[in-house]
């Protein structure tokens, strides 16, 4: 059998824009829209964005790849860095379930700096993308939930292939340059989970996946240049399946690869907070808006849910907006107040107001034994309101809004997207963006490049 990089370079290599099919197509352009939406507005509301912006944006260099906003172009890897960056520090970026990741923030600014540094057309990047989310995703399926449970960020650690995966496409590397692009890549996952268990150190979660884009993109470059990887970087016997996970589902890194494509089982996000408090946000608004009860007569809220949820979303004391959407009682009581947790409603406002402070307090959380055992199939939270009078009003939600099975609507996606980008942009530019990105095979990489 041939080794894993080999088989993944075979489906890179073959892989066609012109050979996908018309809804991996627009799926693709969803998540595109949807990330640098995304993307957009953590440049704007978020600190340590600017952070890295900044710093990368100083040092200047070889004028390669875009970083977002500076209409200046810069070091491709430095661009990749800087834009994944700002791509997950809200944490409303497009996720996978059951991989456990969030690919587009990493798949996406590689890819698009990549396009800028080989000159590539749309269609390319397009190829590029969707190939990048096949990869990253596999590998995340065949590793989770043994990687997690280990405290790697599954987004860091499968990253690099996916960037390199896409980069190397959209490059055109050959097969070899390509197998020698995870070869390197393999070498520099990284990524830690204990980013979502503190409440200031939240704030520099991004950092992976932003690693993550750079070493894929890097990888790709590398190889190009002639740089030879281990050909066995996955399942060698120091390998990174041995170094990362006690048990592999290796038949899920190939399993119907190039004939499947779970880009469709990606799903979006439509509140700015980790995944795994969306359930419980959901049912929270689906209650309260039944028991018509003003917030101040809410005495007790329970929920029940999955032990990772309480694991990777049980802050309890929020002092800072990253922290805040690593928290289940904080989101829940922010949703109900503000009747949404958009993007800029994690704001320092927000974490200072007592009124939210004190409904979060009032947030009781417990592992659900339903809940546990249909986790990781349903990810789901049965949350009970108790009001003054002492009625109750509960409901029950098995899968957040955005899910392939609970899907958005279009209008819900680009809502998302506008709101998110006319933060930084124009309302007029987040228009032309927007219908840019959705006729994406038609327009230049130019004119994409040209708004952001």
């Not at 990253?322 to 704001?347: C, E, T």
């Not at 990781?376 to 899968?399: D, F, H, Y």
Request: glycine share 8%; proline share 4%; with cysteine.
């Amino acid at each position: 059998m041939k080794e894993f990089s080999a088989l993944y370079a075979d489906f890179i290599v073959n892989a066609r824009y012109d050979d996908l099919e018309p809804e991996v197509i627009y799926q693709a352009k969803k998540l595109i829209l949807d990330l640098i939406g995304v993307s957009l507005a953590g440049y704007k509301l978020m600190e340590f964005p600017l952070m890295v912006t900044g710093y990368l944006s100083g040092l200047g260099g070889t004028p390669e790849a875009t970083i977002i906003h500076t209409k200046k172009k810069f070091p491709a890897v430095n661009a990749a860095l800087a834009n994944a960056a700002c791509a997950h520090a809200l944490d409303m970026d497009d996720g996978h379930r059951f991989a456990a990741l969030h690919p587009g923030t990493v798949i996406i600014p590689a890819a698009i700096a990549a396009a800028e540094l080989s000159q590539a057309n749309t269609k390319k990047l397009i190829a590029g993308i969707v190939v990048g989310y096949e990869v990253m995703i596999r590998i995340g399926m065949a590793i989770t939930p043994s990687s997690l449970n280990r405290g790697f960020h599954i987004t860091g650690i499968t990253g690099p292939f996916g960037a390199a995966a896409a980069a190397a496409k959209i490059m055109g590397l050959n097969h070899k340059e390509t197998v020698s692009a995870f070869g390197i890549a393999g070498l520099q996952q990284s990524g830690l989970i204990q980013v979502n268990h503190e409440v200031e150190g939240a704030m520099v979660k991004p950092i992976n996946p932003a690693k993550a884009a750079m070493s894929g993109l890097l990888s790709s470059i590398l190889a190009e240049k002639g740089a030879k990887g281990p050909l066995h970087i996955f399942e060698g016997e120091d390998g990174y399946l041995k170094a990362v996970a006690d048990e592999v589902r290796t038949d899920l890194l190939t399993r119907n690869l190039g004939r499947e494509f779970e880009i469709l089982n990606v799903y979006l996000k439509l509140h700015a907070a980790c995944r795994h408090a969306h359930a419980s946000m959901d049912a929270a608004l689906e209650a309260f808006s039944e028991s018509h009860i003003d917030i101040s007569e809410i005495q007790k809220i329970s929920i029940e849910t999955y032990p990772a949820a309480i694991r990777l979303a049980g802050i309890t004391k929020v002092t800072a907006p990253s922290g805040g959407r690593f928290s289940i009682p904080f989101s829940v009581a922010l949703a109900l107040i503000k009747q949404g947790a958009g993007a800029d409603k994690y704001s320092e406002e927000n974490i200072g107001d007592e009124i939210i402070q004190r409904l979060a307090a009032k947030v009781q959380l417990c592992v659900g034994p339903k809940w546990e055992e249909l986790y990781p199939q349903k990810r789901g939270a049965t949350v009970n309101i108790m009001g003054s009078n002492g009625k109750n009003w509960s409901a029950e939600v098995e899968l957040a809004k955005g899910e392939p099975e609970n899907p958005a609507t279009w209008e819900e996606i680009y809502d998302k997207f506008y709101t998110n980008a006319s933060l930084l942009i124009s309302n007029k530019d987040a228009k032309k963006l927007g219908d840019i990105i959705m006729n994406l095979e038609q327009s230049s990489l130019d004119e994409l490049i040209s708004l952001v």
